[in-house]
């Protein structure tokens, strides 16, 4: 069975402070990939990353960076300078095929003037 | 990416009643799913939309409550039948697409109230 666990249910930070948002997933498989996506309050998701199990090169994006350790099973998603539009719920998901979606239950990020 | 648009938007509706929802994409895409995110919750995936034949539901959804078309490649319809009120969510459309298999798209979501 896959589980994803995000711990952190809200996360309230001033502007331009850094946030790291914690994803820990459980898995039998050894051919799995892992999602970030943000729900802004306007309801719509948004694709932010996809990840393999073999791949476990950290990636850059801008402000956003991700963390992947499979030794610690977690995907962490760290936001640098974080901005009043960051604030939205965050899903870290899992999927054992790359396209069917197991999601966590979301961190809610609040970003203050 | 693909452009992908759901009617309708939000729908309120009686008990008993059944509501049928469309998802179009843009563009023909490999892979179509439905989901369902209940108030202040986590999306859960109902389907998988398969061209051309039945749907595959995940366990704890039915055919006979959540029947699926998907008659190309580019349009899907989720029908919430004999609806509850603990049907009332955001039900959304997914795709994977044929041009980049590393991303998945939502589309914006049907929000769904019954009384």
């Known amino acids: 069975a896959q589980k994803v666990t995000q711990a952190q249910t809200e996360i309230s930070v001033v502007e331009k402070e850094d946030v790291t948002l914690d994803c820990v997933y459980e898995t039998r498989d050894t051919t799995y990939y892992l999602f970030w996506y943000k729900q802004p309050p306007s309801g719509e998701l948004v694709f932010l990353i996809r990840r393999n199990s073999f791949d476990e090169q950290n990636e850059i994006s801008g402000r956003y960076s991700w963390n992947f350790q499979k030794s610690t099973s977690s995907f962490n998603f760290t936001i640098t300078a974080s901005q009043v539009v960051d604030s939205a719920v965050y899903f870290c998901?899992?999927?054992?095929?790359?396209?069917?979606?197991?999601f966590g239950k979301g961190t809610s990020l609040l970003v203050t003037p | 990416s693909a452009v992908i648009s759901q009617k309708p938007s939000r729908d309120i509706c009686q008990r008993g009643t059944s509501l049928t929802i469309q998802c179009q994409v843009d563009?023909?895409?490999?892979?179509m799913f439905w989901y369902r995110q209940q108030p202040g919750q986590s999306l859960t995936l109902i389907a998988t939309?398969?061209?051309?034949?039945?749907?595959?539901?995940e366990s704890g959804f039915v055919i006979d409550k959540f029947p699926i078309s998907r008659p190309n490649l580019t349009f899907s319809t989720l029908t919430v039948s004999n609806m509850s009120p603990e049907d009332s969510s955001i039900y959304l459309c997914s795709v994977v697409g044929g041009w980049r298999y590393n991303e998945q798209f939502f589309g914006p979501g049907t929000r769904l109230t019954v009384l």
């Open positions: 563009s023909q895409v490999t892979m």
């Open positions: 998901a899992l999927s054992n095929s790359g396209y069917a979606l197991n």
């Open positions: 939309a398969n061209q051309g034949s039945e749907a595959t539901y």
